[in-house]
Nanobody, 115 residues
Framework: QVQLVESGGGLVQPGGSLRLSCAASGSISSIYVMGWYRQTPGKQRELVATITSGGSANYGDSVRGRFTISRDNAKKTMYLQMNSLKPEDTAVYYC?????????WGQGTQVTVSS
């Protein structure tokens, strides 16, 4: 099974930016839809952005216009560029398949938006 490692999180002030990376241990080129998820304590994991193998992206209402998802199949890596961050974006962010059975979850990367 493919292992996923998320990175790039941190503490940022409101209005700031972060770029998250998701490195896969195996090929993702054949995976039709990949996605970024986020989770806060006591809440279910939320799918915030998806991207197809062809590069078509979709976003949740809460992040549309601020976040940009991309993938580099050759590097087996997916990215999430997050701009104009808000305190409500604070969460642990995960990557995984977004269509069909998910792989084992990685450790995630913590994003904290606070002044």
């Amino acid at each position: 099974q493919v292992q996923l490692v998320e990175s790039g999180g941190g503490l940022v002030q409101p209005g700031g930016s972060l770029r998250l990376s998701c490195a896969a241990s195996g090929s993702i080129s054949s995976i039709y839809v990949m996605g970024w998820y986020r989770q806060t304590p006591g809440k279910q994991r939320e799918l915030v952005a998806t991207i197809t193998s062809g590069g078509s992206a979709n976003y949740g209402d809460s992040v549309r216009g601020r976040f940009t998802i991309s993938r580099d199949n050759a590097k087996k890596t997916m990215y999430l560029q997050m701009n104009s961050l808000k305190p409500e974006d604070t969460a642990v962010y995960y990557c995984n398949r977004a269509l069909g059975p998910v792989w084992s979850w990685g450790q995630g990367t913590q994003v904290t938006v606070s002044s």
